[in-house]
C-alpha cells in the first residue's frame, strides 16, 4: 500500500530551465511533507518541507506547493543546475511521534547542461 | 566528521549467515532508526529507537534484532540471511522524535547482497 507515490521515475530538464517534480499521497492523517535528495552511494540529505496548515513554502532556488484537496505536492527547481542531478524522495508524516517518515519510490532529475 | 556513519558500506555474505551492520551518530541526538531500500527504491521504516528504548518496529521479521547500547548507537543484527534481505539499510538519526520540522539525518547506507 503506497502512501506516498511519484509516479515519475525520471525526468530530464536543460539547464536554467524549471524542474518540476510531484508527489501524491493517499493518507489524509499526514501533516508535513519533506523533500530529500540523494546523490549516489550517499544517504538522503534534507532539502525542504511543509507543514500541512501552509500551501507553499521557499527557499532559495526551491520551492514546494502543497494542494491538500487534491493531495499532492510538487517540489519546483528554477533555475535547475547540473548539480542538481539526483534523486529527489517525498516523504511524509503524520502528528504523532511515533508515526514512521513515509517516503515515495523518488524521482531520478537529470539536468542537462 | 560524518554526522551518521555506518558499517560496513558493502557486505556480500552467503545465505543463513548471520551478520551486523553498526551504526553511531555524533549528532547529540536522541532518536535513531534504520531504514531498508529494496529493489524496488522503496524506502521504508523497519525500526526507531528513542533514547535506547524501542518505538517503532514495523512488521520486520524477528531475524532483524536492533539493538541500541547507548543513544549514540543503533546496531542491526540479522539472523539466518535470506534471498529477500539484499537491499541497501539505512541509518538515520532525529533530535527528539520525528514529528513536525524535525528532520532526519541519514548515513551513507549499508549495501548487504546475500548469494
Known amino acids: 500500500d503506497q502512501q506516498v507515490k511519484q509516479n515519475s521515475p525520471s525526468l530530464s530538464v536543460q539547464e536554467g530551465r524549471i524542474s518540476i517534480l510531484n508527489c501524491d499521497y493517499t493518507n489524509s492523517m499526514f501533516d508535513y511533507f519533506l523533500w530529500y535528495k540523494k546523490y549516489p552511494a550517499e544517504g538522503p540529505t534534507f532539502l525542504i518541507s511543509?507543514?500541512?496548515?501552509?500551501d507553499k513554502n521557499e527557499d532559495g532556488r526551491f520551492t514546494v506547493f502543497l494542494n491538500k484537496s487534491a493531495k499532492h505536492l510538487s517540489l519546483h527547481i528554477v533555475p535547475s543546475q547540473p548539480g542538481d542531478s539526483a534523486v529527489y524522495f517525498c516523504a511524509a508524516r503524520g502528528l504523532s511521534g511515533n508515526t514512521p517518515l513515509v517516503f515515495g519510490k523518488g524521482t531520478r532529475l537529470s539536468v542537462i547542461a | 566528521d560524518t554526522a551518521v556513519s555506518q558499517t560496513p558500506k558493502y557486505l556480500v555474505t552467503q545465505m543463513g549467515n548471520d551478520k551486523s551492520i553498526k551504526c553511531e551518530q555524533n549528532?547529540?541526538?536522541?532518536?535513531m532508526y534504520w531504514y531498508k531500500q529494496d529493489s524496488k527504491k522503496f524506502l521504508k521504516i523497519m525500526f526507531s529507537?528513542?533514547?535506547?528504548?524501542?518505538?517503532i518496529n514495523e512488521t520486520v521479521p524477528n531475524r532483524f534484532s536492533p539493538k541500541s547500547p547507548d543513544k549514540a548507537h543503533l546496531n542491526l543484527h540479522i539472523n539466518s540471511l535470506e534471498l529477500g534481505d539484499s537491499a541497501v539499510y539505512f541509518c538515520?538519526?532525529?533530535?527528539?522524535?520525528?514529528?513536525?520540522?524535525?528532520?532526519?539525518?541519514f548515513g551513507a547506507g549499508s549495501r548487504l547482497t546475500v548469494l
Open positions: 538515520a538519526s532525529s533530535q527528539g522524535l520525528a514529528t513536525g520540522a524535525n528532520v532526519l539525518t
Open positions: 549528532l547529540g541526538h536522541d532518536t
Open positions: 511543509i507543514s500541512s496548515i501552509k
Open positions: 529507537y528513542n533514547n535506547k528504548e524501542l518505538i
